[in-house]
């Protein structure tokens, strides 16, 4: 069975950091991209980074360009989100998610096929 | 940016009934268009991928249709379980994903 399961979040002070773990089950990790998709309270999803499978692509939505890394560690079959700087408006429940599809010469077509159930991070003083 | 608008916002049915939820994207995403459910205090769970093929678990009820910039997700025989808000989203401007801001479906 496919499972994602995030850990690291908590109340952190504004410009403060926060660490988040996704541990990955049931299926070869090393060979799918992943994902960090957030979700306000009360509000819809955003998607916020992207990790190719060998951790050599990173993609990240501008709001948290400079301040959110993302990254993998293959062996241990998990994804992290170092985020700095953190905002009132970073207060989020954070998912982690596997994403499916292909990718062709141009350009590539994935979606998130599996989501753990989130971790919550708040930004408050 | 691709901007996903998804109408309407509330739905309020009653069960048997069949449900039609509209998203529409800003510029084509041809049939790159996801749909998830998400339950209160669940995550989100894949419910179509490529504008029309059902993920597993979902049973024929749920269809989706449409291209560029116009889609739906049709519902029929609407049960109490399908109570839950959907989310549309496009994969095809890669990387940069957009969700619609969800349609929240009642079942009365």
């Known amino acids: 069975e496919v499972q994602v399961v995030e850990s690291g979040g908590g109340l952190v002070q504004p410009g403060g950091s926060l660490r988040l773990s996704c541990a990955a089950s049931?299926?070869?990790?090393?060979?799918?991209?992943m994902s960090w998709v957030r979700q306000a309270p009360g509000k819809g999803l955003e998607w916020v980074a992207n990790?190719?499978?060998?951790?050599?692509?990173?993609y990240y939505v501008d709001s948290v360009k400079g301040r959110f890394t993302i990254s993998r560690d293959n062996a241990e079959k998990s994804l992290y989100l170092q985020m700095n700087s953190l905002r009132a408006e970073d207060t989020a429940v954070y998912y982690c998610?596997?994403?499916?599809?292909?990718?062709?010469?141009?350009?590539?077509?994935?979606?998130?096929?599996?989501w753990g159930q989130g971790t919550l991070v708040t930004v408050s003083s | 940016e691709i901007v996903m608008t998804q109408s309407p916002a509330t739905l309020s049915m009653s069960p048997g009934e069949r449900a039609t939820l509209s998203c529409r994207a800003s510029q084509s995403v041809s049939s790159n268009l996801a749909w998830y459910q998400q339950k209160p205090g669940q995550a989100p769970r894949l419910l179509i991928y490529?504008?029309?093929t059902r993920a597993t678990g979902f049973p024929a009820r749920f269809s989706g249709s449409g291209s560029g910039t116009e889609f739906t997700l049709t519902i029929s025989g609407l049960q109490s379980e399908d109570s839950a808000v959907y989310y549309c989203?496009?994969?095809?401007?890669?990387?940069?994903?957009?969700f619609g801001q969800g349609t929240k479906l009642e079942i009365k």
């Open positions: 990790i190719k499978e060998d951790g050599s692509e990173k």
């Open positions: 049931g299926f070869t990790f090393s060979v799918f991209w």
């Open positions: 490529d504008t029309s």
């Open positions: 989203q496009q994969y095809n401007n890669w990387p940069l994903y957009t």
């Open positions: 998610a596997r994403v499916e599809g292909y990718c062709s010469t141009i350009s590539c077509y994935k979606y998130f096929d599996y």
